[in-house]
Every structure is written in C-alpha cells, then in structure tokens.
C-alpha cells in the first residue's frame, strides 16, 4: 500500500478519534447540566451514532421482573418503537449476552452470528451489525449501550473505548439524577407533613437547628410563623432536665434508627407534655421530628391514677376494719380453735389490705415493686403474731421485679399461709425467698429449721384448709406446690402460673 494512503488513513483514524473524544465530552458537560435522564439517554444515543458512522442507536433499560429490555432511547427507529419495544434479555441476544458477561459485545455479521440470535425487531429495520457495551451503576447493571448499522462495513475494536466512555458518563448521570429523584421524594414527603399535620413538625440539620417547620407545629410552640423558629438549635427549646432525652433520640436517629420518647416542655408558662418522635430521612443527614402534644391524655391518666388511688385508701380502710371486728371475735371467744381460726382469717385480710396500703403510700395505681411488698408483708406477720414467733426470725430475700397490682394479692396470700404454717409446725429460723428471672416464672420458697415432713405428706392431697387455699391458688400449667425433699428442715416452693410473668 503506498506511504500516501496510509498516511491519508491514519490522519482519518486520528480525526475520528478525535472526534469521538469531543463527542464523548460533549456529552458528558450535557449530563452534568440536565437535571432529568431522558435528555442525557436521547443525546447519548445521537452521539454514539455520530462517533461510530452508523444510523441507529439505542439505549436499553434492563427491568428484571420480566427480565427483558425495554428501549427507553433511541435514534434511527421507526415512530412507536421507543419507549414502549421491548427485547430478550437472556444470552440468546446481543444484548442479553452483553447484559449477562458484562463484556462489550462486537458482531459485524449479525447473520452469520452463531454466539446469540438477532431479535425480530432488529431485523424489521435490516440490522446486520450491532455492538454492545454494558451500563454499570453502583446499584447493579442499568442495561446496555448499543449501536446499529444496515449497511455494509465493520465496527472496530478500537470503537470499544468510545463507547464504554459513553457507557462511564451515562453510569454517572444514572447515579446522580437517581440520587436527585430520591432526594425529590423525601422531600416531597417532608412537605406532605409539614403542611397536612396538626402536629409539631419539624426537619432538624446535621448542626441540630430546625431548617424547616409546619406552620402548626409553629403555633404549638407559642409562635406565630414558622420563620421565626427556623434556625434555631431544638435542643435549646428544651427545658435543661429534658435536653439529655432530646440529644439521644437524635443520636439514634442519625445511627438509622427511629427514637421515641416522650418529654415535657412548657409553652408560654404553662406545662405541655410531647410524645416525639424522630426518624432518618432517606440519603440525607436531616432528620424528621414530629412532636404531639398528649397533655390532656397525661392529665387525664393522672386524673384516674388519682381516683384509683382514692378506690385503694378506702378499700384498705375497709379491710381493716374487717380485719379489727375479726381479731376482737377472736380474742373474745371462749372456744380456742374457733379463736385461732378467727385469728388466721384476720391475717389472710390483713394480707389482700396490705397491698392498696402499699399502692396508696407509693403512689402507683397499676403496677407494684415485689421485694418493697414482700419486705413489708413478712414484716406485718412479724408484728401481728409476735406471740407465736416466740424470739425466731423471718428473713426474706426477693428479686427486684414489678407486677401488676392485680396479681399481688395471690402472691401474698401463697407467703402468708406458708409462713404461718411455718410458725405453727417448724422450728428455728424462717427463710423466705423469691425468685424470677426476666420473662421467667416466679418461684416462692419458705423454709425453716423443723424436723421435716413426714415422707407420705402431699400438699396437693392435705385437708388443711390452709393448703386447700393455697393450692386453689397456683392452679394453672406448670404451678403449684412441692416439698424441697433435699433442703435441711421444711421447705416449702410453691411455683407461680405461668400467665405472671411480668419480672421488668
């Protein structure tokens, strides 16, 4: 071949590389402008066409739930084919085969082509070479680049760089807008809360000052436009008492997480309690805080809280008083038994008085700390039957669990009626212990230093009416009473229904 003509076709080698190059930045200074895909996928199409020599183009968008190609853009095609044609996507076509390898894929025979098959659709406009070359982003593959030609001729392996350089900035400009359409959507949710919510609500920025609020949420807080709140660290709208639980709900939602608390804050001098909640917003280092004022639900709980306090002050004043008329019959009758009969139901009374006495006293109207009530219990018994204790000790040990005050009573009953036996029957030292491991069943066990249990002795068959009554109170799966055959001396464990599970 003579020098000239390989110097003519070297310059024209040079030039279209040169070309390509200007394309290719061309097009990627476009994508950085557009703030939409569709332009960026349209004009990457009419330049891969420019920079290869060829007619057709198209840009197709992998969508897996069918697992086909759908041609999102395209030059060259006939009206109606892009936007809605849709292509194999398995290794049978070019473009499945480039999709499924990830390399680019070169024929300049579609015919002849023995790796995949030409889809209809090709073929309809008389594609005989094609090349593919895949779009990556960093979500996975987003589909593929592809050039046509109808005529005559060869794509050249050196058209590989130009065309995954297309692929690159498409890659980029999928990533950004995809982040710009994300972004869009949270924002439009936050705006969707912002002006629909009667509640408190607020974006709070990575430096902990609210960037935007409700125009509600601002007239909860004692203002009248949102504007005048804008800016401002949240925390600092917090009582000092308040803050630590404000600053570690942001923590949390900054770590992923959605924190709820509830707080106090006051609002032109008069007391509001919040129930808050903060959450994440999605690729943003904002969060959402949305705040609901509960002060009439917090008032209105008090407000029962107190009334049930009030049911228990009376309810104890009234077994005691059952409890003092069942003690003088005991003292004033001339029969022994039925006095010490009267004596151990006045106990039994004094047990179910004990707890309202407690729920009074502590102010709690739903729930009770176990070791507090059983402490005083054992207490109460020590006082009330120091005659029969004669110088021997109670000693108790208990977990620190919280029961509902509705199931305390059973509990207190169970103590009383083995203490009692114990000080009847046993001998030295009494020792009770109450066990529950968290979300465990509760066990009670009353031991003494006495002689010990006859052998044939069932407490599930005794005739007493003591152990009548406490077996009549751990009915139920798995409860009921037992005698610790190894302990030294008595010892009673009596095994608490599984529905008491409430150990905090």
């Known amino acids: 071949m003579p ?5 003519e076709q070297a310059n024209a080698e040079l030039t279209l590389r040169l070309r390509q190059q200007a394309l290719g930045a061309a097009l990627a200074n476009f994508s950085l402008q557009s703030d939409a895909l569709l332009p960026v996928l349209d004009r990457a199409c009419a330049v891969a066409a420019e920079g290869v020599g060829c007619r057709f183009a198209k840009v197709l968008e992998y969508l897996p739930e069918p697992d086909c190609f759908l041609m999102r853009a395209g030059i060259g095609w006939h009206p109606g084919v892009v936007g809605h044609a849709r292509l194999p996507a398995d290794g049978g076509s070019a473009a499945g085969h480039a999709l499924r390898t990830g390399e680019p894929v070169l024929s300049n025979d579609l015919d ?4 995949f098959k030409t889809p209809e659709l090709l073929r309809q406009h008389g594609i005989t070479r094609a090349f593919n070359v895949l779009i990556q982003t960093p979500n996975g593959p987003y589909g593929v680049l592809e050039v046509d030609s109808a005529r005559s001729g060869d794509f050249s392996a050196d058209d590989t760089a130009f065309l995954q350089g297309l692929a690159g900035t498409l890659s980029h400009a999928i990533a950004k807008l995809s982040r710009l359409e994300e972004l869009q959507r949270s924002q439009n949710f936050v705006e969707g809360l912002l002006s629909a919510s009667p509640n408190c609500v607020k974006v709070v920025d990575a430096a902990g000052r609210l960037s935007r609020i409700n125009l509600s949420g601002a007239c909860l807080l004692g203002f009248q436009r949102p504007d005048e709140l804008v800016g401002r660290i949240w925390t600092d709208l917090w009582p000092d008492d308040q803050r630590p639980l404000v600053e570690t709900g942001l923590a949390r939602a900054r770590a992923g997480e959605t924190a709820r608390f509830d707080a106090v804050a006051p609002v032109n001098g008069v007391t509001r309690w919040w129930e808050v909640q903060i959450t994440p917003l999605e690729n943003s280092d904002d969060v959402l805080a949305i705040s609901h004022d509960i002060t009439d639900r917090v008032a209105a709980t008090q407000a029962k809280d107190l009334l049930m306090l009030e049911v228990h002050h009376r309810v104890k004043n009234s077994l005691q008083l059952v409890q003092n008329l069942l003690s003088l019959q005991s003292r004033a009758s001339d ?3 039925a006095a010490e009969q009267l004596m151990e139901s006045a106990a039994r009374v ?9 729920l009074y006293t502590t102010g709690s109207a739903l729930t009770l700390d176990v070791a507090p009530y059983l402490d005083g219990l054992v207490a109460d018994l020590g006082d009330g039957m120091a005659s029969t204790l004669d110088g021997r000790d109670i000693v108790i040990e208990a977990d620190d669990v919280a029961w509902p005050a509705g199931e305390l009573p059973a509990l207190g ?10 000080l009847k029957y046993g001998a030295g030292k009494i020792r009770v212990s109450f066990r529950q491991p968290p979300g465990g069943r509760a066990v009670l066990t009353v031991a003494d230093d006495g002689l010990g249990l006859p052998a044939d002795f069932n407490p599930a068959q ?8 406490i077996n009549g ?3 139920g799966d798995g409860a009921g009473l037992t005698i610790d055959r190894q302990a030294t001396g008595t010892a009673f464990v009596a095994k608490l229904p599984a529905t008491r599970r409430f150990a905090t």
Do not use: K, P
């Open 112 to 115: 002849g082509e023995q790796r």
């Open 350 to 358: 004094r047990t179910i008085a004990a707890i309202h006495d407690r």
């Open 473 to 475: 109170l751990l009915r």
């Open 413 to 422: 009953l169970v103590l009383t009626e083995l203490v009692t036996n114990a």
């Open 3 to 7: 020098a000239t003509t390989l110097l």
């Open 462 to 469: 005794s005739r007493g009416l003591g152990m009548r009554l």
């Open 335 to 337: 029969n022994e038994q």
